[in-house]
């Protein structure tokens, strides 16, 4: 029964026979019921025929073959009514059946008519476990993922529109108080306009790349490459940033760590993006701490600060685009674009590696962690 209740095609074939059979029951019924008032009505028609006749020469030759053409047409009368009755029985157990088949199919279709048009929203009912049951089943994940692509996509444009609004009504006032004489024409003026245009183009830079990663239209050149060259790099690249806020930055490396297997310059992005932003959420005279330790087969590197923190319910969003802890910190006041946690948690992804977050609260401090498969 487990089988019949989870195959499509055992129930088309169980449906296809169990109209045969209902016909065949109908058939016998009614020859059953039939035959005999046949029979015995044109037994009667053949005795007011003899009768009329008489008695003559040959009779019982003429009766035997009266009584034989009778019983034949008594038995193709009955098989016409047998026939008739098993045939319309039959058409309206195949519509019922048929209907009962066809009937998810078409709420699927007007489903996915829905869909098509942008309602994004409707689900169908999954009744039963056979394929008809799995494809509803696919077609409600499927219009999830759609519901939240597009949710994405929303959430996108009405993000990027307020992140480019900012810079680009910086400039515009600018340039409005140089043209109506409220701002000097002094070089500060125009550095103030300078520091606004680099910063969106450093916002379009950040949402090209943001593109290529969540398209993954870019190639690794994975190779071996060694945990401290990395973090030496890192440490060189950052370190005028550290000093200008007297932050200390410190590393902590095992001396028998194994070389891993990446993108030198993708993890290089991914491990230089972590510590700009562990020194710029730290204090002065604060410190930021690298670190790494084998695990099985893959190597941990950690980013620590004794910075600002980061509140629990934070935590699970802080890779989402766009995201901040402190809504009202803007670009200017180091609030960053909330995409280079995004780009970061997609190219440490794409290495088969995962990257998360620790933080005790506010205060308190954090440390991002993200691991990488070590080279074979």
Known sequence: MKYIHERLGAKLFLANLAVILIGVIILAFTIQLTVPAAFNSHLGMM???????????????????????????SMFQSLGYAVTASVLVALLVSLFLSRRIV????????????????????????????????????????????????????????????????????????????????????????????????????????LQELSRVEAKAYSLDVRSMTVP???????????????????????????????????????????????????????????????????????????????????PEHLANLFTRFYRVDKSRSRNAGGGSGIGLTIAKHLVEAHGGRIWVESKGDGQGSTFTFSLKIAK
């Open 103 to 206: 009937a998810p199919i078409r709420t699927l279709t007007d489903a996915s008519q829905q869909i098509a048009d942008g309602h994004y929203e409707k689900r169908v009912d999954v009744n039963g476990t056979d394929e008809i049951a799995q494809l509803a089943t696919r077609f409600n994940q499927m219009a999830t993922q759609l519901e939240q692509v597009e949710s994405m996509r929303r959430q996108l444009i009405g993000d990027v529109t307020h992140e480019l609004r900012t810079p680009l009504t910086s400039i515009k006032g600018y340039m409005e108080g140089l043209v109506d004489g409220v701002l000097p024409s002094t070089p500060e003026t125009f550095n103030q306009i300078h520091r606004e245009a680099d910063r969106l183009s450093r916002l379009v830079d950040d």
């Open 47 to 73: 005795a007011n025929t003899n009768n009329g006749m008489g008695m003559g020469q040959g009779q019982g030759q003429g009766l035997g073959r009266t009584l034989f053409e009778n019983f034949r047409a």
């Open 229 to 311: 060259n990395l973090v030496q790099t890192t440490v060189k690249r950052l370190s005028p940033q550290a000093t200008a806020k007297r932050i200390t930055l410190h590393s902590n490396l095992p001396a028998d760590l194994p070389p891993l297997q990446a993108d030198e310059d993708r993890i290089t992005q991914v491990l230089v993006n972590l510590v700009a932003n562990a020194i710029q959420y730290t204090p002065e005279g604060g410190d930021v701490t690298i670190s790494a330790a084998r695990q099985a087969n893959e190597i941990l590197i950690s980013v620590k600060d004794t910075g600002v923190g980061i509140p």
